[in-house]
């Protein structure tokens, strides 16, 4: 029987895993190797912060969920993946491969040095779930005197930055981005989204690069910030492992075609990947949600001869929705932005169906 490694468990992967429940694999030999035992769903973590949903409704148990795929489950951390000898090297262990699928998520993209203990990077989500457990237990939620600063003015820094006002009504809460906020919105919603913030009391410090973080201390090429804790929102980049014998870019992304492949009996998708054919194609979920059903029917002509794969074509538009506290989200689509309960409940609706073991 061939040996088909799953390589992290991202989303991707996480779709396999529902399909297999259903439909398994007989002719593979399957196993999953990953050192998170919990997968997050970040769409669901602004709410999770805020109180809305609770630490299982946002994540997987990804143990349980390979029981149920009959897919062996390893919890180790993957160092390197070698293409040229089809083994994987976690840091206790080695596993020989026929097949590889590699969803390993990404890192934080960090340019500049931190010298405190009091800052959360966002990638993983487990350490933005750990600082939220430490912070709602040891800081009073009506003290005035408590500065939380984000860096980076994406989506994920905008969406914690407003949960954190829910959870901490009367703390010093600022963003500090390098040009504006959610380049990637159309105007109205961007427009939309400086008002929210700022009936929110939350600060944009615009067109300021981060030069260094130190103790409690924000240094930029303009000025200095104090603060009390500080999240780094300043994009992704490939997690650190080293592929031998693949195609990488500066940023350590696995380099794909627009099928998926790196290679005849590598498959690979989600942040972990720059696909050649769209090279500038944004770090987004609503990418990496259409890339897994591509992964999977591709996953199933391993070995197959005579077969044709499916092809991944990012979409042009695609709909985003920030959540903007007490059951309000942001809706932008093309020329269109609305801000309402109506646009949470689209987007919770959404979550929770993505959420499901159908």
Known sequence: MQRLILAGGGHGHINILKHLIKDPMDDMDITLITDNRRQYYSGMLAGFIEGIYTEDEISFNVPALCKRARVSYVEEKIIAIDGDEKRVITRSDSFDFDFISINLGSAADVTFPIHSNDTT?????????????????????QSPDYKLAFTGGGAAGVELAIAFREVFPHAEIFIITLADIL????????????????????????????????????????????????????????????????????????????????????LAMGDAVKIDKYPNMPKAGVFAIREAPILYDNMRKFGKENV?????????????IINCGNKKALANYANFANHSRIAWKIKDLIDRDYMKIK
């Open 308 to 320: 044709s794969f499916c092809h991944y074509e990012p979409q042009l538009k695609y709909l985003q």
């Open 121 to 141: 990077l966002v990638k993983p989500i487990g350490k933005v779930v750990a600082a939220k457990e430490y912070l709602v237990n040891h800081l009073d939620k």
């Open 183 to 266: 380049t990637n919105f159309n105007k109205k919603g961007r427009s939309k989204l400086l008002k929210i913030l700022a009936e929110k009391n939350i600060k944009i410090i615009k067109n300021e690069r981060v030069v260094r973080i130190d103790y409690k201390i924000i240094i930029t090429d303009k000025n200095t910030y104090s603060f009390d804790h500080a999240f780094i929102t300043t994009g992704v980049k490939g997690v650190d492992v080293d592929y031998i014998g693949y195609e990488t870019s500066a940023k350590n992304e696995l380099i794909v075609n627009d099928n998926l492949f790196a290679n005849p009996y590598t």
